[in-house]
């Protein structure tokens, strides 16, 4: 079986049918999230938001293109990169919120009978995979970041300079670390307890 | 066996270990493929790709329409837009035997025309309709069952998420996608009103009949689902015509649910926050799952791998339409265990190729192609067959996301219940892929006459 | 084989540039190795990646060879750009293979840091697809929307008054049958795999096959990996890589543009030349995008004017036709 945790739309409703490893009934009372961590929780709820404020000018963008293609024949100049470049920039916003609140795409038919030591292991090792994968990936999108400038790779219409996404998606990656870093350590907490 | 087939094959048993053990799908693949690759040709080179791999892979333009179209739902899920296409579908409909499941399976294929995702019209469907077949005394196992297949038609009816995905990969043009899948979505919906007049024929109690509205009730009604109406021909319509392209045409689509939403006063800040986090959570999701994806192609490219396995198929000495079958046979049975998007991605990659290769490659005259159809139009009909397959895995025992849905939407109703009343609808899905099958020009007509 | 590589490009096995160029090519610089070199060609990206990091990933060794279009990382390859200009590049493919060949040492090679280069090559150039509208003079641009090939083929279209349109290639077809533009900029070569003859009416050239502009290419290795080469493994790829080879290719996109276009004809579609006079009042009205280009470029230092002068001159010296 594979659960969709990120309750895919109106999932909220839907109770615990596609609850993410980490959502509530699984957790006793005293596994209640510390400061620290609910204050990373907002900080990546709000930073998703500004990513989905980006999707929705991406939106406007393109509605405006079409209405002006329409009636001026003249589409929004750039409209087509400037789509890639946005939406990309917020997709990697929106990943530290996916961390935060276990949104992963996980199959649990072969587990469903393990104890509560055992899920607790394998959700460890999931939230060790996503800090390696983040630290890793921060670290080398940073030298992606100095090779754009180095090259001077830019966008065809526009010539919008490369290396500025990157600076945008690097700190989406640093809270991506910072929120695998806190869900790590609240599967290590609940490991500690069974 | 050679080598390469040995590679796929290790590592691919390495990613179901992964798998099984809750790794998350996406981290299983992009560990898989990071560790192949640096094991065949030296960790740098793994380290090198990834300075761009994601930065290019999360700006591909034509995947741009995933998060406009998962927005789309998003904001129509809390627009109010289910329940007027339900009323309407009720007054319509709803007077027959079993006209309450009839028009459940109708509302979900509106609210489908609007939305890319099955969970989303199960769930959002099963909240207006579930109550409703209660309160007309339907038997538990018709009731969530029809909602759990209908759910099935948000990916069904164009446009779908899945089917984007599949179009990347296999670099089909998404606008003749979506065409070739309207004529079979259709026949789904057909199939099951059809499904759920002989239950009841059968069993009369399961699914009583509701009053006659009045006139005036049906006018209503009717006229309060021309909005959705309108945003689907424009959306769907327009990219048909070929006013726009996907993604400009889901944008003015989330764009007009929006406003529609505004207008009722169903959307206002709030709604708008919750449509935006959820659309962060399953595009964020998705995301992840093509970059795992990507990486464990490169491995799999690395080692040879798709290139062994469509020789070793076409020279595996099957018939054609064996080897087809075969492979739609297997992903119903990966359907048991795995969600349709990770399916997609892991599967048609290897199972493409073959099949180009047992056509007769790429330029092949119909002629004189294994399949009777340039590759082209293969392109088109399998991922039709396929995108039906792994929707089918939604309603599968032993477990099945929208039956695990709706069972908790209804409160009480179990797993098993639903299971027995989604079976007949899983049988008709059948009955379909084998018409699809039998008859191509179901699939392949659409978007020859509209190009 | 005691020298393998990998090479890495964007376009199907089936695509006459991997069929009849980069195949053949490898296998003469095998051939000349005397069996000590493998030349492997992925196609399709099947290396992973989207086309523009194709630079990148030979750059960092994540393959040894690549074959791009320099385009795809707009404004990188300042100098090389002279050649892809409207009315510097006119009809001669295998001319300008050989032209930047020669400019190659002294005046292009400093736009490739961290690759070695093996050659550099175009395609026939960029001809006018439209699909109902006859345009033959500047004027007939005017409020049009076209596909742009190029950055500068963005200019181009700017300065004829019409409004240029990015969007990826495999979305043309679509593109034009519903008009969401109303042409392309784009070689006949392209017209077969995207049956281009079904959504256009007119193929639009100038007299003599001039053409609006084109796009270069590359075929480049890794620099430490070409560096740590034996001199006789490097002589396998420069002499399979010499002056007659870069006219050969230049025959070989030459050959596939006229299939394009004969098949076009083949299908009804109007193949219209231009007058001599006619091609000269289009390439006068694309003159300011050659000023707009000099004055960018100059702005990082580098002389526009005298690589579009020197240009001409080799293209001239080395007149195939
Ligand atoms: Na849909
Ligand atoms: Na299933």
Request: charged letters at 15%; a neutral charge.
């Amino acid at each position: 079986m594979t659960r969709e945790n990120a309750r895919p739309a109106a999932g909220d409703m839907a109770g615990g049918a596609a609850r993410g490893p980490h959502d509530a009934p699984d957790h006793a009372p005293d596994d209640a999230p510390g400061p620290f961590e609910r204050a990373l929780a907002r900080a990546a709820e709000l930073w998703a938001l500004g990513g989905g404020a980006l999707l929705c000018a991406v939106v406007l963008m393109n509605v405006w293109s079409v209405v002006a293609s329409a009636v001026a024949g003249a589409p929004f100049p750039g409209d087509f990169e400037l789509t890639e470049m946005g939406v990309c920039v917020a997709v990697f916003a929106f990943l530290p919120h996916c961390q935060m609140s276990g949104a992963n795409v996980t199959a649990d038919i072969f587990t469903m009978g393990a104890s509560r030591r055992w899920l607790a292991a394998f959700s460890l090792a999931g939230s060790l995979a996503a800090l390696c994968f983040s630290a890793l990936l921060l670290w080398r999108m940073w030298f992606g970041m100095t090779d754009q400038m180095t090259y001077g790779y830019t966008t065809a219409i526009l010539q919008i300079p490369h290396w500025q996404a990157f600076a945008l998606i690097l700190p989406s990656l640093a809270l991506l670390a910072a929120a695998s870093a806190a869900t790590l350590a609240r599967d290590l907490r609940a490991l500690l307890r069974s | 066996m050679n080598d390469a087939l040995a590679t796929g094959l290790g590592g691919l048993a390495v990613l179901v270990a992964l798998i099984a053990l809750r790794m998350p799908i996406a981290y299983a693949m992009i560990l898989v493929g990071g560790v192949g690759v640096a094991l065949l040709n030296g960790p740098d080179i793994f380290m090198s790709q990834l300075k761009t791999l994601a930065y290019g892979q999360f700006s591909i333009y034509d995947l741009s329409v995933v998060p406009m179209f998962v927005l789309m739902g998003a904001i129509a899920t809390r627009a109010g837009l289910s329940r007027d296409l339900f009323r309407a579908a009720a007054a319509w409909l709803g007077w027959l035997p079993g006209g309450a499941a009839m028009s459940a399976i109708a509302a979900c294929a509106g609210f489908g025309a609007v939305c890319g995702s099955s969970l989303a019209t199960a769930s959002t469907m099963g909240q207006v309709a579930l109550p409703e077949l209660r309160r007309l005394g339907y038997s538990d196992a018709l009731a969530t069952g029809t909602l759990a297949a209908g759910g099935v038609l948000g990916i069904l009816i164009p446009p779908s998420v899945v089917l984007v995905i599949y179009a990347v990969i296999v670099e089909a043009n998404i606008v003749t996608m979506f065409m070739a899948a309207l004529i079979p979505g259709i026949l789904a919906v057909l199939l099951f009103l059809a499904t759920i007049a002989l239950y009841v024929r059968l069993r009369p109690e399961a699914g009583p009949a509701a009053p006659r509205p009045t006139r005036a009730e049906l006018t209503e009604a009717s006229l309060r689902v021309l909005p959705v109406l309108g945003i689907f021909a424009l959306v769907i319509g327009g990219i048909y015509l070929g006013f726009f392209n996907p993604t400009p045409a889901a944008s003015i689509g989330a764009f007009l649910v929006w406003i529609y939403g505004a207008a009722r006063g169903t959307v206002g800040l709030k709604a708008l926050r919750g449509a935006l986090l959820e659309t962060a959570r399953t595009t964020g999701m998705i995301y992840l799952i093509l970059l795992g994806a990507e990486m464990l192609k490169i491995f799999m490219s690395r080692g040879g791998v798709p290139q062994a396995m469509a020789e070793w198929m076409a020279n595996s000495g099957l018939a054609p339409m064996a080897v087809l079958l075969i492979l739609l046979a297997a992903l119903i049975a990966l359907g048991c265990l795995m969600d349709s998007l990770s399916m997609i991605l892991l599967v048609i990659p290897f199972f493409w190729p073959a099949l180009v290769e047992i056509n007769g490659g790429d330029y092949v005259p119909a002629a004189e192609a294994a399949f009777g159809m340039t590759t082209e139009d293969l392109k088109v009909w399998f991922g039709i067959l396929a995108l039906i397959v792994v929707e089918l895995g939604l309603i599968t025992p032993p477990v099945g996301m929208n039956v695990f849905v709706i069972s908790a939407l209804s409160g009480g109703v179990p797993m098993r219940r639903t299971f027995l009343g989604v079976a007949p609808f899983f049988f008709a899905e059948l009955i379909r892929v084998g018409l699809l099958i039998a008859l191509p020009a179901l699939t392949l007509w659409l978007p020859r006459a509209l190009s | 084989q005691e020298y393998v590589f990998k090479l890495h490009h964007f376009l199907s096995a089936k695509a006459p540039a991997h069929a009849r160029m980069l195949e053949p090519w490898a296998r003469r610089v095998e051939a000349n190795s005397g069996g000590k070199v493998k030349i492997e060609i992925y196609p399709a990206m099947s290396l992973g990646g989207k086309p523009p990091e194709l630079i990148q990933q030979v750059r960092d060794g994540v393959v040894d060879l690549v074959w791009t279009v320099n385009g795809y990382t707009p404004g990188a390859f300042p100098r090389t750009e002279a050649f892809e200009l409207p009315g510097v590049f006119l009809n001669d493919p295998a001319a300008a293979n050989v032209a930047m060949r020669r400019m190659f040492d002294d005046e292009l090679s400093k736009d490739y840091d961290g690759v070695e280069v093996m050659f550099l090559h175009v395609h026939a150039g960029q001809g006018i697809h439209m699909v109902d509208k006859l345009v033959r003079k500047p004027e007939d641009f005017a409020g049009l929307k076209l596909r742009i090939p190029t950055r500068t083929g963005a200019w181009a279209i700017e300065a004829l008054g019409a409004a240029p349109v990015a969007m990826p290639v495999p979305e043309l077809p679509q593109a034009l049958s519903k008009k969401v533009v109303d042409g392309a900029l784009i070689p006949w070569e392209i017209i077969a795999p995207l049956r281009l003859q079904q959504q256009t009416r007119y193929q639009i050239e100038g007299h003599d096959q001039t053409r609006i502009g084109t796009t270069t290419f590359q075929v480049s290795m890794n620099k430490a990996r070409w560096d740590s080469l034996p001199d006789d493994v490097k002589k396998a790829f420069r002499d399979a890589s010499d002056e007659d080879w870069l006219r050969e290719v230049g025959r070989i996109w030459r050959a596939s543009d006229d299939a394009g276009i004969a098949l076009a004809v083949s299908a009804g579609n109007e193949h219209v030349v231009l007058t001599p006079e006619e091609t000269d009042a289009l390439l006068a009205a694309l003159e300011p995008v050659q000023r707009r280009w000099i004055e960018e470029v100059s702005a990082r230092g580098i002389d526009g004017a005298a690589l579009i002068a020197r240009a001409r001159a080799l293209m001239a010296q080395n007149a195939s036709r």
